[in-house]
């Protein structure tokens, strides 16, 4: 979704918001733009395409400003053109923006009405010329905003800047988010901490209805009336360094081949060897509570709702507690019947998503406990939540998530654990026996990941196929519905992921040599269901790609591809067949010259429903 980064400082802001804007790049986008001050005007200069078209445009141009702001724009309102870019100059003011303004058809009608001239055909550039009303009539850029805000309806965010306060910004979060970095010297305001990592780790994170305005390198804030707030930074434990590439070709690549170091953060916090069990810190329940659990509601989105119906079949089992899984933007309109005993988990790697966020809040208003899992501390699901549980996979750049997915599922694990031995639904032998599983995990994940010559070879035939069917039962059918959405993210193929056994309902008709067949078929209980069913796909023709446990000899002869995992417990599979899928669809993506990390028309972070 759209990127905002705004600066005042020495080092100059033409650099400090490009570098902004470039760290933001991951996010995905179609067009951008600044506005900085040039001696005592701001110069507005915007392109469409990626950041590279600016900067051409910006070569040679020395600005001699203390400020400005800049913008990476994901288009709602308007195709991705120069006109409809941000920033929108009216008058003395420039805006960015991020998110949907709900009433902007009366605006628009208004504005024309009385004869204001509308350059593009966004909704964002309608908020500039309400603010350039309100400045007309108020002391300078703060109160202008106090003003405009009751005029706005939607969930969005703004930064503006004034010509006239050249020492001035000034950002209100309404919904997507919106941050301050507290330099020494300097002050950076941007939607996402990887603009501002670099320069400073003291942020102060805007809640909804919070206003920041920035005089030089000091921030004040307020609530949405203009009611001064005090607000505490926080540190983050974030490098710049662990959003770079070190050496892989892609953001993807590497996060892939990271997932065991996540894994094992992500795990060695909550488990204890001696004797072996989980023992979640921190989570924020206790154990009454845990114990009074009678329904557990898990929402989420994409790759996250993947990992969260994992779980289902995990809690169920475990923990013997009725487990639901929604997708968040089906979950907050279908009127949900939540019991007051209800554990809402809200499953995030951005911490962010407009619709999972929204689910969250609906069943906080019910008065329901709320669980966070979360990559990103201190995002909006994380701090919007009861309790929190982090997935310490560190930044995730690729579009795509990988490591994430894999930590979300075993984070789900760990939760499911530690719910199983307080509520003694699992004696002591299942917990030492699941743990020891658990911590076998990174390096069985390793071990896949030296199987990637293999992965590779295999995904350089699949470019020949017209259509790919994921197949998976179980824990591992959420995997195949993983598998089929990397394929089409990343490759702009079409694949589809189903449960083994719904095949005879429908998609069997499918089957025919052109449609390739990818079926997760580890060594578990529902083994020998899976193996009939690529039998009875191999009988009309259609070729099997399958993954498995290592030495499978009857799976292997059967496929026309054996992609081999180590043999695992059942908690496992679907953690080891993660690795094989995601490794497929990214030597596929790269076979057919496709934009691995930025694919087309997708945003790492939807802060818009
Ligand atoms: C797929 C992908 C998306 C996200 C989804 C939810 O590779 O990344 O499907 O999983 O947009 O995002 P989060 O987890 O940030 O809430």
Known sequence: MCGIVGYWGPVG??????????????????????????????????SPGKLAALEERLKGIEFSGPSGIGHTRWATHGVPNER??????????????????????????MLIRRGDKINS???????????????????????????????????????????????????????TPMVVGLGEKEVIIASDVQAIIEHTKRVIYLDDGEIVCTQKNSAKFYDIHGKPLDKKPVTLNWSTQMAEKQGFDHFMQKEIFEQPRALRQTLEPHVTLNPYSVNV???????????DISRIQLIACGTSWHAALVSKYVFERLTKIPTDVDIASEFRYRDPILDKKTLVIAVSQSGETADTLAGLRLCKQQGLKTLAICNVPHSSIDRESHGHFYT????????????????????LHLLALHFGRIRGSLNADQISSYTQDLIKVPSQVE??????????????????????????????????????????????????????????????????????????CPQD????????????????GGPIISIG???????????????????????????????????????LAVALGRDVDQPRNLAKSVTVE
């Open 13 to 46: 802001p033409k650099k400090v918001i490009i570098d902004g804007l470039r760290r933001l790049e991951y996010r995905g986008y179609d067009s951008t733009g600044v506005a900085i001050f040039n001696q005592k005007t701001l110069q507005v200069l915007r």
């Open 84 to 109: 409809n870019a941000h920033p929108h100059k009216v008058g003395p003011i420039a805006i960015v923006h991020n998110g949907i303004i709900e009433n902007y058809a009366e605006i628009r009608e």
């Open 121 to 175: 055909d966004t909704d964002s550039e309608l908020i500039a010329h309400l603010l350039n009303d309100e400045l007309k009539s108020s002391k300078g850029l703060l109160e202008a905003t106090v003003k405009l805000i009751p005029k706005l309806k939607g969930a969005y965010s703004i930064l503006v800047i004034n010509e006239n306060e050249p020492d001035t910004l000034v950002a209100f979060k309404s919904g």
């Open 281 to 291: 810190k921190d989570l924020g329940l206790s154990e009454s509570e845990i114990k």
């Open 392 to 411: 310490q996979a560190g930044p995730e750049i690729g579009v795509a998530s990988t490591k994430a997915f894999t930590a979300q599922i075993l984070s």
């Open 447 to 520: 071990v896949c990941l030296n199987h990637d010559k293999w992965f590779k070879e295999a995904a350089e035939d699949l470019a020949k196929y017209k259509g790919f069917l994921y197949l998976g039962r179980g824990i591992c059918f959420p995997v195949a519905l993983e598998g089929a959405l990397k394929l089409k993210e990343i490759t702009y193929l079409h694949a589809e992921g189903y449960p083994s056994g719904e095949l005879k309902h429908g998609p069997i008709a499918l089957v025919e040599p052109t449609m390739a067949i990818i079926a997760m």
């Open 525 to 540: 209980d529902l083994y020998e269901k899976n193996v009939s069913n690529i039998e009875e796909v191999r009988a009309r």
């Open 549 to 587: 446990t290592e030495n499978d000899h009857t799976l292997e002869k059967l496929s026309l591809h054996f992609l081999s995992i180590p043999k695992a417990g059942w908690l496992t599979n679907p953690l080891l067949s993660a690795i094989p899928i995601q490794l497929l669809s990214y030597h």
